[in-house]
């Protein structure tokens, strides 16, 4: 019985292995096609949303039965509870991914000011950061995790920026405020994708540490209380 319940989690832990390949190669597609300009590359981002989501549901389904029908404690009770949340973030990179190639079919090309954008940088280090979300969780790794949920807020900085920047080429010349526009959305999703990524090594710090770090991170990495710690629950 023992046996049997760890080849399924190790089945479960495969599929979700496969699930990390299918949304990064679905983000590096997406990517790809606004940098090369080529709309093929977009709309078979589009065209492999079904697969990710055939991933999704056999996941969750396999988590499901997992916690019905064998009772996990410790350890492997918080590797599945993380997988289903995994599970999630990840499918909304994918379908974030695909909403970057829907809005690039939108905008047609790369505007003349596309360099003056941060969109570069930012999906410089979103590709970073969803890589060594799931590589931290591969290798349950809480170090790699702490590095995701640290870039998160250089991300967010990013984002910031990038707004000003966006809208100031709008006030220069009216002409360019569709494509700033669509432009300024596909950066906001980048910023969405930083996020699930830092969600899923929240995670990864949840099964290998046994502590929740979500919205009070600061305390756990680095050791420092705020004042909500001086009040008992």
């Not at 709309?39 to 039965?65: L, P």
């Not at 809005?103 to 410089?124: D, G, Q, V, W």
Request: net charge negative; hydrophobic share 40%.
């Amino acid at each position: 019985m023992e046996r049997h319940f760890e080849a399924e989690l190790e089945k479960l832990k495969t599929r979700i292995l496969k699930m990390c390949s299918l949304v990064d190669e679905q983000f590096e597609s997406a990517i790809k096609a606004i940098n090369e300009e080529n709309f093929d590359i977009a709309k078979q981002v589009i065209e492999r949303d079904d697969k990710v989501d055939k991933y999704d549901v056999k996941i969750d389904k396999a988590c499901q039965k997992l916690l019905a029908l064998r009772q996990p404690v410790a350890t492997d009770l918080r590797f599945i509870m993380s997988a289903m949340t995994i599970n999630s973030n990840l499918e909304r990179i994918g379908d974030i991914a695909v909403n970057i190639a829907e809005n690039f079919l939108l905008l047609k090309k790369k505007p003349a000011f596309f360099e003056k954008s941060n969109f570069t940088p930012m999906a410089s280090l979103v590709k970073e950061m969803i890589r060594n979300s799931m590589d931290s969780f591969i290798n349950n790794d809480p170090k790699l995790a702490q590095k995701v949920i640290e870039a998160d807020d250089m991300l967010d900085k990013y984002n910031a920026d990038n707004h000003q920047i966006l809208i100031s080429i709008m006030k220069e010349n009216k002409d360019n405020i569709e494509a700033a526009v669509a432009l300024l959305v596909i950066c906001r999703q980048l910023e969405r994708l930083g996020d699930h990524a830092t969600n899923i090594a929240e995670d990864v710090y949840f099964i290998v540490e046994a502590q929740m770090i979500k919205h009070k991170y600061v305390k756990y990495l680095f050791g420092e209380t705020g004042d909500e710690d001086k009040e008992e629950a």
